[in-house]
């Protein structure tokens, strides 16, 4: 069965029952000739987690976009790349908040990219394809959701643009929502004002609702009944759970402030420890202790959520508004080329910048993007850093996250390849870990630049809002934002909305959080917010480090650009790459070469690289009489001696012109490898070159 609808001059369509029929729920879903398979499974049986096991995969394929893979050696899909793996993190964000959070039984969600236009990314499409999938299946979801991407050149907004359009867009923005309210939003920007995003996201929202609409129409026709489960703790337990652990959380959790991490752990404990005392001198059965047992975290997570609404007070004594200390500092290792240690509370990482030529730039090969990123920011999560014991993986979606979020606030404010020519690697490394990692990394970073003297318009800060609410009929029945959240306060009807930006704006956001989606007042108080603490946090690491350092580390390669002819780059590379592969020999100097002439030269030893240079300007420079150069005696023949000035420039330096005096031979005067002074003394009808050691 197929159904489809034009919204806003682009066409989509879904098919429902083709393929795929063994799954709970699938479709296909296009814009445009991006087509995405869906589907949603349930496990039948349960799990004794303690927590909702979902899973969200997107698959790429690279036949979807016409290519094969890369690789030499292997041509199957592997590892998903990182953009998949983002594209996951944002559907997941989206429909994780309308599952009951006690359902046990694993559900997963996989996503197949099948064809590609061009034109239409296909993760907005992966997006309507898992919540349709979702929707129409008999897995129990509290769905649809819609979203949309939103863009903006020359003032206008413009919804899901074609890659095309994204290139002249000032903002980026994904959001998923459901009924006119928000419940993911993945966004980067050019330092774009607050009441920009807020407009973008309340026109984006009724874009996101024809398409709601559309998908609400299909389920009405297709969709399964869905699935009665009876979930673990009753109403009953959920009373009997409330009578006896709120009283114990007033009494140990909100007697005093409880400054740092470890008593606030602590008092959790003993919170469980005099639960359980209480319900065995109650006589519970065993049986519904449990049940009562694994509601502890929930009572507390809404007994702190009580506190900040009604008496805007936090756990550990902090008004609403007010900042964990902060502290940093700079050059904090001794050899790497920028470095920067930066905490706020009880999180603290330490941000790292390595320099490197623009060889050194990653090369993409995935089904959309195939060319080379400048710019990386990595991101490490190690077990220490929030005190736990594990075995080291490889790097886990939530570091490729965070990672990711960074580095589109910070793209905003590096310098273009053309005055600043490097590659350009941060690390932040999470040396302890109490909430909002991400934003520390995001301050340590742009610390770290500044500190290896990258030429950044503007200093970076990122801040997280989190949010206390208890849900209404259609919206919340009260609720308060607060700023950077931490730990507990985490929990239901919470978010975290984390505003990443420069004095002049807004550079990226991610939000993700645990109710049934944000309103608009909600969003404009979180930008209000976020916007008067970034300020407040430039302020304080500005007193630091307020602008780039004028050198660059001692430690660092020097890259030295030059513009050459265009039509002289293959005098440059010469046959086979015998030239240029000479001068690397030679001085040891990396060098790329651009189809626009730009010659960028990296070397760590100014001598050589001077030495490079020189050669460049010889081999694609116009020679003329009277030019003095540096020449190596390359042949000695009877009648003088052939010397180089480049790789693939050579001449002759006859017997006559080898001294003022009177030479036998011309082995009398130099020996092959021997490096003179020659001035040109004539250029031949078929450009060849006669030196003078005169």
């Given at each position: 069965m197929e159904f489809t609808k034009e919204i806003n001059g682009k066409k989509m369509f879904a098919k429902i029952g083709d393929v795929a029929f063994q799954a709970n729920g699938s479709c296909l879903f296009g814009l445009g000739e991006t087509i995405v398979l869906a589907t949603a499974t349930m496990a039948s049986k349960e799990t004794d987690l303690d927590y909702f096991p979902l899973t969200v995969d997107y698959e790429e394929r690279f036949y979807a976009a016409g290519k094969i893979k890369g690789s030499r050696f292997i041509k199957r899909e592997t590892k998903p790349p990182d953009e998949a793996i983002l594209t996951a993190r944002a559907v997941d964000r989206g429909l994780r908040p309308l599952f009951d959070s006690r359902l046990r039984f694993p559900v997963q969600i996989i996503i197949t990219v099948l064809s590609v236009d061009r034109e239409n990314d296909p993760d907005v499409v992966a997006l309507y394809a898992a919540s349709l999938a979702l929707s129409i299946s008999d897995i129990p979801w509290n769905g649809p959701i819609s979203g949309v991407r939103i863009g903006r050149s020359n003032n206008q907004f413009i919804f899901n643009p074609t890659y095309e359009k994204r290139e002249t867009s000032d903002l980026d923005i994904l959001i998923s929502t459901r009924e006119n309210r928000v419940l993911m939003i993945e966004a980067e920007s050019s330092q774009v004002e607050e009441e920009v995003f807020e407009e973008s996201i309340k026109q984006g929202l009724k874009y996101a609702g024809e398409v709601e609409e559309f998908l609400i129409g299909i389920i009405k026709r297709v969709g399964k009944e869905k699935i009665k489960i009876e979930l673990k703790e009753s109403e009953e337990v959920e009373k009997k759970a409330k009578e006896v652990i709120i009283p114990i959380v007033e009494e140990i959790l909100f007697k005093k402030p409880l400054i740092n991490k470890e008593e606030r752990l602590g008092a959790i404990e003993k919170i469980k420890e005099k639960t359980e005392e209480k319900l065995t001198a109650l006589n519970i059965s065993k049986e519904k202790r449990e049940k009562i047992m694994g509601r502890v975290d929930l009572v507390v997570h809404q007994e702190i959520t009580r506190l900040i609404i009604e008496k805007e007070k936090r756990i550990d004594g902090r008004d609403l508004e007010e900042l964990r200390k902060i502290d940093a500092q700079v050059q904090f290792l001794p050899r790497v080329h920028g470095s920067a240690l930066f905490q706020r509370g009880e999180t603290q990482v330490l941000a790292v910048v390595t320099l490197g030529s623009p060889e050194m730039e990653q090369y993409l090969d995935t089904m959309?993007?195939?060319?080379?990123?400048?710019?990386?920011?990595?991101?490490?999560?190690?077990?220490?850093?929030?005190?736990?014991?594990?075995?080291?993986?490889?790097?886990?979606?939530?570091?490729?996250?965070?990672?990711?979020?960074?580095?589109?606030?910070?793209?905003?404010?590096?310098?273009?390849?053309?005055?600043?020519?490097?590659?350009?690697?941060?690390?932040?490394?999470?040396?302890?870990?109490?909430?909002?990692?991400?934003?520390?990394?995001?301050?340590?970073?742009?610390?770290?630049?500044?500190?290896?003297?990258?030429?950044?318009?503007?200093?970076?800060?990122?801040?997280?809002?989190?949010?206390?609410?208890e849900e209404g009929e259609k919206d919340f029945a009260r609720y308060k934002v607060f700023a950077d959240l931490q730990d507990l306060e985490d929990g239901e009807g919470a978010m975290d909305f984390k505003v990443i930006g420069t004095e002049k704006g807004i550079t990226a956001v991610q939000m993700d959080t645990k109710t049934l989606g944000l309103t608009l007042s909600v969003i404009h108080d979180a930008f209000l917010l976020s916007g008067k603490k970034r300020l407040e946090i430039l302020g304080r690491v500005n007193k630091v480090l307020e602008s780039p350092r004028h050198e660059l580390s001692p430690y660092a390669p020097r890259v030295v650009s030059l513009n050459i002819d265009p039509k002289k780059i293959r005098d440059l590379i010469g046959p086979g790459g015998q030239n240029i592969n000479s001068i690397i020999r030679q001085t040891d100097a990396e060098i790329k070469v651009e189809q626009d002439g730009l010659v960028m030269v990296t070397s760590g030893d100014a001598k050589k690289m001077n030495e490079a240079i020189e050669m460049i300007k010889v081999l694609t420079g116009e020679i003329k009489i009277g030019d003095e150069f540096k020449a190596k005696i390359t042949r000695i023949v009877d009648f003088g001696a052939f010397a180089e000035i480049a790789p693939g420039k050579e001449g002759l330096i006859h017997i006559s012109e080898l001294s003022s005096g009177y030479v036998k031979h011309p082995s009398d005067k130099v020996k092959v490898g021997d490096i003179i002074k020659v001035k040109v003394k004539n250029i031949d009808n078929f450009g060849r070159l006669n030196f003078s050691a005169k």
């Open positions: 959309e993007e195939s060319g080379r990123k400048r710019f990386m920011h990595h991101y490490n999560f190690l077990p220490f850093c929030s005190g736990e014991v594990s075995s080291l993986r490889s790097t886990g979606r939530r570091e490729i996250g965070h990672g990711y979020l960074v580095e589109k606030g910070l793209k905003a404010v590096i310098p273009p390849s053309l005055t600043f020519p490097y590659t350009i690697r941060v690390v932040s490394e999470v040396l302890s870990s109490n909430g909002s990692t991400s934003m520390a990394s995001v301050c340590a970073s742009s610390l770290a630049i500044m500190d290896a003297g990258i030429p950044v318009s503007q200093p970076v800060a990122g801040v997280a809002v989190g949010l206390a609410s």
